[in-house]
């Protein structure tokens, strides 16, 4: 699966670093889907794109128990991650 983490700026944690992203990431948004521009918006504005790659069968990991994982990963670094429903092939 493809874990995408956003998060503002900072220097530490998840979120912080350096601005990650391909070609076209800029602002603008033609055919794309509400949540694609949100997106393309956000690392306009600033903020970072971060993908991981994550084997299906450890997503759980990350997830925890009840989310319980992904909820203090996401609090400690002020990132949004969002995992994929359907595994990748």
């Known amino acids: 699966k493809m874990v995408e983490s956003g998060g503002g700026g900072g220097g530490s944690g998840f979120g912080g670093g350096g601005r990650v992203g391909g070609p076209g990431l800029g602002a603008g948004g033609g055919g794309m889907d509400p949540q694609t521009q949100k997106l393309h918006q956000a690392v306009a504005d600033g ?43």
Not at 50 to 62: F, R, S
Not at 63 to 86: T, V
């Open 47 to 89: 903020h970072h794109l971060i993908k991981v790659q994550v084997p299906n069968g450890d997503v759980g990991l990350i997830i925890g128990r009840g989310g319980s994982q992904i909820k203090m990963i996401q609090e400690r670094s002020g990132a949004n991650i969002q995992i994929p429903q359907a595994a990748d092939a």
